[in-house]
């Protein structure tokens, strides 16, 4: 079964920074793809960030030269490194596996103006 579960989430003031962590269980993590979404009351879910197996990289728009994305395949662990936050990237932010189409429970950040 697979488990994925974010942490990291927080109150930060418009500027700073939050690193999320995502650890992954359940699965044959090296080979698989992951994703960070953010969702926003009222709003679908968006996709921030992925990475694949071989580690190439997407990301919005929105958030481009902002966030990085990350893995380390040896500790089954995604990350999300976020800097210059402002208060729209507030939101929980879940991990996602697209093999499985599997959700973490999401971690909440604010961000404060």
């Known amino acids: 079964q697979v488990q994925l579960v974010e942490s990291g989430g927080g109150l930060v003031q418009a500027g700073g920074s939050l690193k999320l962590t995502c650890v992954a269980s359940?699965?044959?993590?090296?080979?698989?793809?992951f994703a960070w979404y953010r969702q926003v009351p009222g709003r679908q879910r968006e996709c921030v960030a992925n990475?694949?197996?071989?580690?190439?990289?997407n990301y919005a728009n929105s958030v481009k030269g902002r966030f990085t994305i990350s893995r380390d395949n040896k500790k089954n662990t995604v990350y999300l490194q976020m800097d210059n936050l402002k208060p729209e990237d507030s939101g929980v932010y879940y991990c996602?596996?697209?093999?499985?189409?599997?959700w973490g429970e999401g971690t909440q950040v604010t961000v404060s103006s």
């Open positions: 359940g699965l044959i993590f090296d080979i698989n793809a």
């Open positions: 996602y596996v697209y093999w499985d189409n599997d």
């Open positions: 990475v694949r197996d071989n580690d190439r990289t």
